[in-house]
């Protein structure tokens, strides 16, 4: 099932960049591998386990097969090469030149498999100052800008607290391999596709956060940044994100909340007046919406069409009503280990549906 069907992919990376954008492939149809030394990969260690298994691992791994192999060792290249000999994509991610040294660089894949599509993350990319350095996501967000955006009114910078560019990285190599595999569907030939976290966070930040630094040439003054009014709002019990671009939503959202006469303010006509004036519009709004209820308000919110939810709490997101309508949630059977809740493949496909109920994680020993 699923769009990539009959596409065979080898999965030599580990934690998160590269294992998730393999995870995607698998969820839409690829037979992927996954390779780990008798250790495993770090991430069956990082959060919440049952024996071999963290939740962390299942989320990124599941739907692959696995396949334990000494990468130093005759005996476990070899197990290697049989899978690379029959497949589409390897995805890796070790640092730029340890592929090469344990002779699973690009050269040395592409020399026996031309037409493959091999994958190469990084942190930083395969050439420059810091391309040898070590890289999390904390220390991307940090270099690509993420915690300057992050800033609050202090001017601190701080981390978005999750881990964002691993994340997209995985996305990016996942829609960039699928490209590459397009590419040799018209021309018949594999190539080698290099990802590096840092350009991918920088990428990712740019349109919003970097809007003061586009223009070039005679720039024009500057605006707001969005970090500045990015907040959410306290309600007698809870908290909500509220807001809108649009007049027409700015109007729904003062009657929704009782400040109708706010929407005929002229320090609040459009967008950027209210952005140039967003400390008065909240010092006016704040008293409004403390006077509400969570869930009242975020009724409200919708019965007056304006842009308006409710902050869930991790539980609450479980049995949040659109997410069980949508059939966010699958539960996947994974034997000894019992049942591991996750996301359903975000992607719709009308002609090549993906497996509502993916397979689990490989386990790294026989449980």
Known sequence: ?????GVRVVDMSQVISGPFAATWLADQGADVVKVEDVKGDPARTIGPRKDDMSAMFFSVNRGKRGLIADLKSDEGKAKVWAEIEQADVLVQNFRPGVADRLGF?????????PQI???SISGFG???PRSELRAYDAIVQAVAGFAACQAGASGEPELVRSYVCDKVTALTAAQAITAALFARERNGKGQHVE???FDTALAFIWPEGMWNHAFMDEPPPPSPEVSAGYRLWQTRDGYMSIGGLQQVEFRNMCRALGADGLADDPRFANVALRMA???????LLEEKVRGWGTAELDARMAEEDAPGARVNSREALLNDPQALHNGSYVAIDAGDLGHVRGPRHPARFS???VSP???PAPRLKKG
Do not use: D
């Open 277 to 283: 004036n967003r400390n008065v519009l909240r010092e």
């Open 117 to 119: 599509v091999y994958c």
């Open 126 to 128: 395969s050439s420059g």
């Open 1 to 5: 099932m699923g769009p990539l069907k």
């Open 351 to 353: 002609s090549t549906p």
């Open 105 to 113: 660089g690009y050269e040395a894949v592409s020399a026996r498999r």
């Open 195 to 197: 990802v590096a976290m």
């Open 357 to 359: 109920r993916p397979h």
